[in-house]
C-alpha cells in the first residue's frame, strides 16, 4: 500500500436511482457548500436520466454521468463507475444521495487518506426530513475498524474514502452482490490495508423506509430473517472471491464468522421459538449501532453454538 503520497485528485461518487428524488436537493446543496471544492463529482445513473436528476436537484452540479447499462444490477452501476475511477484519480469519496454531507467531509477524506489507504467517518442519524434522531453512528469505544470487520461494517457507500490503488485491487464487484460497501471493506481487510475511521461527524445519515441496513431498535423478527439472508449470501460471495494477495489468517477469520452465520441460520432463523427468543434478548441487549449486527450477536452466541435445538 501507498506510504503517506499526498491526495492530489480527489473523486466524489454518487448513484441516483428511482425513489431517491426527494432528497437530492438537500444532498446537492450540501455539495455546494463543502470546504474543499477541488473534487470531481462523478454520479453513477440507474434508471434516471441526467436531465430527470438535474430537475429533481433543483440544479447542475457539472458532473461526470456514467448511466447504467440496461439489465445492471447495482453492484454492476457501481463497478461500471469504480472501474474507470481509479485509473484518473488518487482517491474517491463515497457518498449516497438520500444523505448530507457536512461542509467538512472532502477536506477531512482527502488528509486521512494521506496516511490510510481506507477511511470511514462517523454519521449523525437523522429522520426522513432530516430531523436529529440524537443518535451516532460510529465505531463503539476503544474499538478499531479491524475490530468491527469482517462480522459486522462500519464502511458504508455514504462514509469511506478509498485510496485508488487500494480500490483498484478490491475490484471487480461480483454483478450478484448485494451489499458492495461490505464486500468492498472485507476486501480491503483481507488485503491488509491500512483502515482508519474518524469518530468526528462528517455525514447525516438518514433513516427511512427504503434502507436496507437498519442500526436502530427495536428489531422485529422480519428485519433479522431478512438481514441473515443477505449476510449468509455476502460470506457467500466473500469466501468465492478470496484470490491471491489476500492475508491467509485473514482468510481463516472470515471462514470461521461464515460459519457462525450459518449455525445460526439453522439453529435460530429457521426455529421460531429460538428467533423470538433470540430477538427478545438482542432487543433488551440494545447493541451499539453496526451495520448487520442483527444477525449472530457475540453476546448471544449460545442461543446458536449449544448442541441442543429448539423442538
Not at 474499538?143 to 474514502?161: I, M, W
Not at 454483478?175 to 480491503?188: E, G, K, Q
Not at 438482542?282 to 452466541?301: F, G, H, K, M, R
Request: aromatic share 8%; charged share 25%; proline share 7%.
Amino acid at each position: 500500500m501507498s506510504e503517506g503520497r499526498p491526495i492530489k485528485t480527489l473523486a466524489l461518487y454518487t448513484t441516483i436511482y428511482p425513489g431517491v428524488e426527494p432528497f437530492l436537493p438537500d444532498w446537492y446543496r450540501s455539495v455546494r457548500e463543502q470546504a474543499d471544492r477541488d473534487v470531481a463529482l462523478w454520479i453513477g445513473l440507474d434508471s434516471l436520466t441526467v436531465e430527470a436528476a438535474i430537475d429533481a436537484m433543483g440544479g447542475d452540479p457539472g458532473a461526470m454521468w456514467v448511466p447504467a447499462a440496461p439489465g445492471d444490477t447495482p453492484a454492476q452501476v457501481r463497478q461500471r463507475v469504480l472501474e474507470r475511477l481509479v485509473d484518473v484519480v488518487d482517491g474517491v469519496v463515497l457518498v449516497d444521495s438520500d444523505d448530507i454531507l457536512h461542509p467538512s467531509r472532502v477536506a477531512s477524506a482527502r488528509l486521512a487518506l494521506r496516511s490510510s489507504d481506507l477511511v470511514g467517518c462517523a454519521l449523525r442519524l437523522v429522520d426522513q426530513d432530516g430531523g436529529d434522531l440524537g443518535l451516532v453512528y460510529g465505531l463503539p469505544p476503544e474499538s478499531g475498524p479491524a475490530d468491527v470487520l469482517p462480522r459486522n461494517n462500519v464502511f458504508g457507500l455514504s462514509n469511506t474514502a478509498f485510496r485508488s490503488d487500494l480500490l483498484r485491487r478490491c475490484l471487480p464487484i461480483p454483478s450478484d452482490v448485494a451489499l458492495v460497501d461490505w464486500y468492498l471493506a472485507t476486501r480491503a481487510w483481507l488485503l491488509g490495508a491500512r483502515l482508519d475511521f474518524d469518530n468526528a461527524v462528517r455525514m447525516d445519515y438518514r433513516q427511512h423506509g427504503a434502507n436496507m441496513a437498519r442500526v436502530r431498535p427495536p428489531f422485529g423478527l422480519p428485519q433479522v430473517i431478512s438481514d441473515c439472508g443477505r449476510v449468509r449470501h455476502h460470506f457467500q460471495v466473500v469466501l468465492a472471491t478470496l484470490t491471491e494477495g489476500v492475508l491467509a489468517d485473514r482468510c481463516a477469520v472470515v471462514e470461521q464468522v461464515a460459519r457462525d452465520v450459518e449455525l445460526f441460520y439453522h439453529r435460530v432463523v429457521l426455529q421460531p421459538p429460538r428467533l423470538e427468543q433470540y430477538v427478545r434478548a438482542l432487543n433488551e441487549l440494545d447493541p451499539a449501532p453496526l451495520w448487520w449486527s442483527t444477525v449472530a450477536y457475540p453476546a448471544l452466541q449460545n442461543m446458536w453454538t449449544h448442541e441442543k435445538e429448539t423442538e
